[in-house]
């Protein structure tokens, strides 16, 4: 298909002849202000606060998890949970080659070493076949039950599968896959709030589940964070460790372990609540575009990405499948030229100077898609919203 055409109907859906379309903005549209001035007046603006206690409250409604943490920002998010899992020094955790750099960034501040496995091409998140067969061939389980990577002796401690743009990866085969080799399950959900796999919510099938609160993403509060977990014991340590893990005490500081300044101070979580009221509304305005753009791309040669069959994405970030790597170089270009913001998918994590060594399987899938994917503008178009 013409690049200009796509450019057109990009315009005509944000009713934008000639000024610039971002990839996603946030959008303001609640109880923002009122919620932010609330807490100036309460004083309550940093880490104690009724905000925090409200947003882990809805954090818990939206997901079903039984327990949610709020956290700085999604990095802390994630890297609080390698070590709530367990990642310590010279552990190793499986994940795609195909992320957000901030993925295979938590695991090596835990002390850990990434392990790069192929995603499937329709959901773009881990493979569950690829893992499998990772498993299988490179591994054996130890007397202590731990699985140990052949090649490099190590422990391998966790899985962080991603689901990518919002599009659930197939979470109910990696956890099971996973439970047979005595790994934990880290989703890095941080994209797919409002997303769900087989009727529940993205981040709930792992033992730990991270989402994403920064400027780009669905719902923002400015930079913010959260876990969320069924497990008490899990949950009730990460408020520990996320607070400095101070023993309570009248006016006494002890603190028991090595603890992170990395809870989410009341004034993001003012703004997180008023966001997350409006989740429902954003996502059904998301899911309105999308399904136009589907029906544009329909028939022609280029794939746009949707859901499937037994899963409901929350279109994130709209995601198109360029025939080859030149005309995915082309559309690039002849886009932003036109002041219409488009952008690839990230380089993979294999190539990036400090992950260049990790171990891999075979990538193919994700040298495809990077090779090819473009994600094109996504952002709630007010217009459209539903009040
Ligand atoms: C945004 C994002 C993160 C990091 O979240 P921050 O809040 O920006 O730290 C982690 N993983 C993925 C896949 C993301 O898209």
Not at 6 to 14: A, G, L, S, V
Not at 312 to 335: C, G, K, R
Not at 370 to 378: G, K, L, Q, T, Y
Request: charged share 20%; hydrophobic share 40%.
């Amino acid at each position: 298909m013409n690049p200009e055409r796509i450019i057109d109907f990009i315009r005509k859906m944000f009713q934008e002849a000639e000024g610039f379309i971002p990839l996603h903005t946030p959008y303001f549209g609640g109880n923002e202000k009122k919620y932010l001035l609330d807490t100036i007046d309460s004083t309550f603006v940093s880490s104690v606060g009724a905000y925090v206690t409200q947003f882990e409250k809805m954090m818990c409604d939206i997901t079903g998890a039984k327990y949610a943490i709020a956290i700085v920002n999604g990095t802390a998010a994630l890297h609080l949970s390698m070590v709530l899992a367990g990642v310590g020094y010279g552990d190793e955790v499986i994940t795609q080659p195909l992320t957000f750099v901030a993925t295979a960034n938590a695991v090596a501040q835990a002390g850990g070493v990434p392990v790069f496995v192929d995603v499937d091409r329709d959901t773009m998140g881990l493979s569950p076949t690829a893992l499998e067969a990772f498993l299988q061939a490179e591994t054996i389980i130890n007397a202590e039950g731990q699985c140990i990577n052949k090649t490099t002796g190590r422990h391998i401690a966790a899985c962080v599968p991603m689901h990518t743009f919002g599009f659930p990866a197939r979470i109910d085969e990696i956890v099971n896959i996973c439970h047979r080799y005595h790994i934990t399950v880290i989703e890095d959900a941080a994209e797919s709030l409002g997303s769900y796999y087989k009727g529940r919510h993205t981040g709930t099938f792992g033992m730990l589940g991270t989402f994403s609160f920064n400027g780009n993403k669905t719902v923002t509060c400015g930079g913010g964070g959260a876990i969320v977990t069924n497990d008490e014991t899990v949950a009730r340590h990460a408020k520990h460790i996320s607070t400095t893990a101070k023993i309570p005490h009248a006016y006494e500081f002890t603190h028991d372990e090595v603890g992170y300044n990395y809870r989410m101070p009341n004034l993001n979580a003012a703004l997180a609540c008023a966001q997350l009221e409006q989740l429902d509304a954003f996502v059904e305005n998301k899911r309105v575009l999308a399904n136009a753009y589907a029906q544009f791309f329909e028939g022609s040669d280029i794939q746009f990405v949707g859901e499937l069959s037994d899963s409901t994405a929350n279109y994130w970030l709209n995601t198109i499948i360029l025939p080859d790597h030149v005309q995915q170089q082309v559309f690039l270009e002849m886009s932003n030229m036109r002041r219409v913001m488009t952008r690839p998918i990230w380089k993979l994590m294999n190539r990036l100077p400090m992950y260049c060594h990790c171990q891999h399987g075979p990538i193919g899938n994700a040298e495809w898609l990077e090779a090819r994917v473009v994600n094109i503008p996504s952002s709630v178009r007010p217009n459209f919203l539903e009040k």
